[in-house]
């Protein structure tokens, strides 16, 4: 599964809270494969190589839970993703059928 999500980091490994300035939403193209999302930033090509910095933004998908951001009401169309290390991010999809996607996709690995 691809397509476009807004990012914003709310937690860092352990559940620690991600400190101010490394808190804002951020734009990238996200590739599932396997169990590894990958944030591309800027334009999107398919046969783009992913940088380093696209690498370091990737995230584990084993054993974590993906959730509907009910209690988050600034943006529409937001879930949570909590991951195995306890990091939580906040991610908007662009639709209501795009966020319903990638929960049941991230569920179901
Ligand atoms: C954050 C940025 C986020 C905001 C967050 C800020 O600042 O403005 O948009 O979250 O608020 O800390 P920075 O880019 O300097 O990290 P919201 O959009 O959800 O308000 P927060 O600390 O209350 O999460």
Known sequence: KTGFL????HADCDGKRTPRGKRGWK????VMKGLILYLQKGEYRPDKQLSNEDLKNAV?????????ATDYHKRPNVFYLRTADWRVYLFQAPN?????????????V
């Open 6 to 9: 807004v990012r914003k980091v």
């Open 60 to 68: 584990s998908i084993h054993h974590s839970l993906a959730i509907r």
């Open 96 to 108: 209501a059928e795009q966020m319903q996607s990638w929960i049941t996709r991230i569920n179901t």
């Open 27 to 30: 734009t990238f193209y996200a």
